[in-house]
């Protein structure tokens, strides 16, 4: 056990670094700790993505994050963070998971993670909402062919890929594979398909347009549904929006529908919460 910190902060995500260097600022004894890399969430974005974001509302410092284009590819973007915690030797953690927080007596908390224990005045919260895949939870969704992640589309030239879900995730994953070759659909509701507005969630213009142009050549296949029935090793069965019981054959499917923060630890320490539009938030 190390002597009491004044702030644990828990998750190095752009939030936490920038907590971690506010804090080494006011010369503060803290201590960040990430179950997974620095950031985690961008390091599994897809390979070569181009982030939707401009460097300014990315970048730790004014001008510091310089692209080779207007918007920073996954690759720039985790450069930048790696480098804004060398330069400034921030103490992070990683590789060591939060396991459990308890309130002590002393009116400090207990952090337990998978390598240690530790003491704070405060702790920080810096864990996004990309910790647990939303899923539709019907059979075979847990058949290897089934994703809730998308890295790349090389494994899948040549095959019969489906896709479900509406937003920039699901569009960018059904455009990079239908580019490279796969026989691709994308099962998604109406009103995401027709949905424009940009402040009500559509696509951007830039996956939008391309994605457009790969429909319009015959490459990729839309199916507007209604739900995901079941999946076996061989194919998906859906219903569409007229009612339609569809089976479409397939090698591989990505369930890419959305994720939700995992608000455990603060539910134990008496955080109450309340509904978000799809997940629970912190009240």
């Known amino acids: ?58 970048e730790m410092h004014g001008g510091a994050l310089k692209p080779c284009r207007e918007k920073p590819t996954r690759e720039e973007l985790l450069s930048h963070y790696i480098h804004f915690v060398l330069d400034h030797d921030l103490n992070i ?23 240690n224990g530790y003491r704070a005045a405060r702790i920080l919260f810096a864990i996004g909402a990309m910790a647990h895949p939303r899923r539709l939870n019907i059979p075979g969704e847990d058949l290897p062919k089934v994703h809730h992640l998308f890295v790349e589309p090389y494994a ?24 490279e070759g796969a026989r691709t659909t994308l099962a998604i509701w109406r009103e995401d398909w027709e949905n424009r507005d940009p402040k009500a969630g559509a696509m951007k213009h830039w996956v939008r347009t391309p994605l457009d142009r790969e429909v319009a050549a015959g490459r990729l296949r839309v199916v507007l549904y ?31 529908i959305g994720s939700d923060a995992d ?8 955080v109450k919460t309340e509904p978000g539009k799809l997940p629970e938030i912190p009240a």
């Open 1 to 58: 056990m190390t002597d009491p910190l004044d702030l644990l902060i828990i998750g190095a995500g752009p939030a936490g670094l920038s907590a971690a260097y506010a804090a080494a600022q006011e010369e503060l004894r803290y201590l960040v700790l990430e179950k997974g890399t620095i950031a985690d969430t961008i390091r599994l974005y897809p390979v070569g993505r181009t982030l939707f974001s401009t460097p300014n509302e990315l």
């Open 93 to 115: 953690n990683t590789d060591e998971e939060v396991v459990g927080v308890n309130k002590l007596d002393t009116e400090e908390f207990l952090v337990h993670t998978t390598r």
């Open 156 to 179: 899948y030239i040549r095959k019969d890929a489906l896709v479900v879900g509406g937003g920039n995730s699901a569009a960018e994953a059904a455009l990079f594979l239908s580019e």
């Open 226 to 256: 209604k739900e995901v029935i079941s999946i076996t090793a061989r194919d998906v069965t859906l219903t569409t929006e007229d009612g339609e019981t569809l089976t479409i054959p397939n090698d591989v499917a990505f369930v890419l």
């Open 263 to 270: 608000l455990t630890l603060l539910k134990k320490l008496g």
